[in-house]
């Protein structure tokens, strides 16, 4: 007979399980009170807004992320706004000033929080809600209605920014940033491999494979490899025309712009092409081997930032000089814009829409190297080739893709919150440089007699000249005198009896040698400053005593010893070539380098800026030591003055070195 179970026995079965179904009831109660489902975001599009707002302090429609610190209302805006400032660019918190900052991502934020054993002060709330996480950042107040601390600033939101940046925080580090993957780290450079500059550009882009192969051969960084994706930018630096103005004043590729200066009869010789009847000859002296000096022998200093060596078997000296020249000869030559031929009032008529359609169609301008790296999704660009300010630079600061130490042919200077960072400033910045120089050591002089800005013209000259009037302004000088060659007459008869306390010249290497011949006959001891591009021996001539040059790369102490360079071009079997551009992406592919290496393994965008900004007497091995902040975008802020020595055609230092204050 089968056993049955009755009374209290079969009563006590059915009550365990009724318990068991309460327990677990409570048990999911719990678990759902705890945690709750993060939505997704309505628009994809509004969390890659929201990005801006989180890294960068601004919104996409150009608008600072506003703040304010409890309780005196302590504003904050922009980029010091930015909540990765404190969260982190990943969210996960950080200790900030003593503090500890708590971790904001959804797996945080999702989940309640219980009061920690031993905890002061009761820090116990539920999971966050969009409405509780929208009041914790408006108002300052927990999801437990608890006031937070006086650190986290009360954002000022309108509603489009509201979502935007929940959109963001709802996906908050579960999406890596553009060129992060668990085993590479992919970076671009825009650079032109092709057309009259492409030795140049791959001979950089040689030298950043080179540094990234020592990196990876060591495993890589945090066991990530770095790759390097090169887009050619040739497009960019091809000229329209080259007009024999400009073959006559080979010597001009010095002036301005400067891309292509020659060094002769040394690493360290500051000869620069004559006009083009005497450029073979002397780029038959140049030295090609540069990085065969003996390791144990100090190399000179590198020459300044713009400048080439002509080495054996590279095609054609001269041609290679005058291309180069010609960048800063000749404007990009841009497409009209498609169906130019007809206007909005005019498509109606059929005269001109047949006109218009046997008009050959113009096909639009491609996107720049720039653009489509960021396409591709690099997390950085590094060493790209650059003569100014480019469109693409937009799409730069909205992504907040930094470039590193791009190979610039003008020089630097960035806004404060700018995503490009320069290895050297600019000809304005130096022509600053100049005036606070003679501030510290002919003040009273210059209270008395104005300076006198001698330039060539165009935005180059103009830009020289702005910035020489500001700084007397604001050390409230005599306002200086302006003079514009060809059109302008020099008074230096008037100034061999009342000679003017120093000539700041910045403008192409004829308009200099006018300057100089001028001097030599009539007024002697009128002293020179110009940039450093312009050292040029036949232009200098008999000149050499009256004339200094501002020079940011470092002489005498302040030389790299480039024995670090010197081995590396070595083991790599990387011939020397254009020495300026080798050296300036030595220097940006070793910023990046060290700038990653100190971000960490969660690696983006935005922690990558942060680090380059943190950066502090970086050591390249082949300039002066680099320093970046917040407000800071140009790596070596300073220069030296420089005579030319007439016995070997070298600068050498003729004073200390200059801190360019801002």
Not at 169 to 180: C, I, R
Not at 603 to 619: G, H, K, N, P, Y
């Amino acid at each position: 007979m089968p056993t049955t179970y009755d009374g209290p026995r079969a009563l006590g079965v059915s009550r365990g399980a009724r318990d068991a179904r309460w327990v677990l009831a409570v048990l999911a109660s719990v678990w759902l009170g705890c945690k709750q489902p993060v939505p997704a975001p309505l628009d994809p599009l509004a969390a890659k807004r929201g990005r801006s707002l989180f890294q960068r302090g601004q919104s996409v429609r150009g608008a600072p992320l506003m703040g304010f610190l409890a309780p005196e209302r302590v504003e904050l805006s922009g980029e010091v706004a930015a909540c990765a400032r404190c969260h982190g660019p990943s969210g996960r918190g950080s200790r900030e000033g003593g503090v500890e900052v708590p971790d904001i991502t959804p797996g945080a934020l999702g989940h309640s929080r219980m009061r920690a054993v031993g905890e002061v002060e009761d820090r116990a709330r539920p999971a966050y809600s969009r409405a509780t996480l929208l009041r914790a950042i408006t108002e300052g107040r927990s999801a437990s209605g608890r006031e937070l601390g006086m650190t986290m600033p009360r954002y000022v939101l309108d509603d489009a920014e509201r979502e935007e940046l929940l959109a963001y925080l709802e996906q908050l580090g579960e999406h890596p940033d553009p060129g992060v993957s668990p085993t590479t780290l992919t970076v671009g450079a825009a650079l032109p491999l092709t057309g009259r500059l492409g030795p140049l550009g791959q001979e950089a882009a040689a030298v950043v494979r080179a540094v990234f192969a020592d990196v990876n051969a060591s495993g890589g960084i945090f066991r990530r490899k770095l790759e390097l994706i090169v887009e050619d930018d040739a497009a960019l630096h091809e000229p329209r025309s080259v007009t024999r103005s400009n073959a006559e004043t080979t010597t001009g590729l010095l002036a301005r712009e400067n891309p292509t200066r020659v060094e002769t009869e040394g690493p360290h010789r500051i000869a620069t092409p004559p006009p083009s009847d005497t450029t073979t000859r002397l780029l038959a002296r140049a030295n090609p081997t540069l990085v065969e000096t003996e390791s144990s022998q100090r190399i000179a200093t590198p020459p300044p930032p713009d400048a080439t060596i002509a080495s054996k078997g590279r095609g054609n000296p001269s041609r290679m000089v005058e291309d180069a020249a010609a960048i800063i000869a000749a404007p990009s030559a841009t497409p009209p814009p498609l169906n130019a031929t007809t206007t909005s009032e005019e498509r109606g008529s059929p005269s001109r829409v047949v006109e218009a359609a046997a008009a050959p169609i113009v096909t639009p301008p491609r996107p720049d190297a720039t653009t489509r790296l960021l396409d591709r999704g690099v997390l950085a660009l590094v060493a790209s080739m650059r003569r100014g300010p480019l469109p693409s630079d937009t799409r730069l600061a909205a992504e907040g893709a930094p470039l590193v130490l791009p190979l610039a042919l003008t020089g630097g200077t960035s806004e404060e919150d700018s995503p490009v960072f320069f290895l050297y400033p600019d000809e304005p910045s130096l022509a600053r440089l100049a005036v606070q120089s003679l501030a510290s050591t002919r003040e009273s002089e210059l209270r008395r007699k104005p300076l006198v800005i001698v330039h060539t013209g165009g935005e180059a000259g103009q830009a020289w000249a702005q910035a020489v009037r500001a700084e007397t302004t604001r050390r409230e000088f005599l306002s200086p005198v302006e003079l514009t060659l060809p059109d302008g007459t020099l008074p230096v008869e008037r100034w061999a009896s009342a000679p003017p306390p120093v000539v700041l010249y910045a403008g192409t290497p004829k308009g200099l040698a006018t300057l100089l011949r001028a001097l030599e006959a009539s007024a002697p001891t009128v002293r020179v400053l110009a940039p450093a591009s312009l050292a040029i021996p036949e232009v200098v001539g008999a000149s050499t005593a009256r004339i200094h040059f501002l020079y940011p790369a470092g002489l005498g102490e302040r030389a790299p010893e480039l024995k670090d360079f010197v081995a590396f071009m070595k083991r790599h079997g990387l011939a020397p070539g254009h020495s300026s551009f080798q050296f300036g992406a030595y220097a940006a592919a070793r910023v990046l380098v060290e700038a990653l290496t100190r971000t960490g393994a969660e690696v983006t965008r935005a922690s990558l800026t942060q680090q380059l900004e943190a950066l502090r007497d970086f050591d390249t091995g082949v300039s002066p030591p680099v320093t970046f902040g917040v407000n800071r975008r140009v790596g070596i802020q300073g220069g030296q003055l420089a005579a030319l020595d007439p016995t070997t055609n070298q600068l050498v230092a003729a004073s200390d070195w200059m801190p360019l204050t801002p």
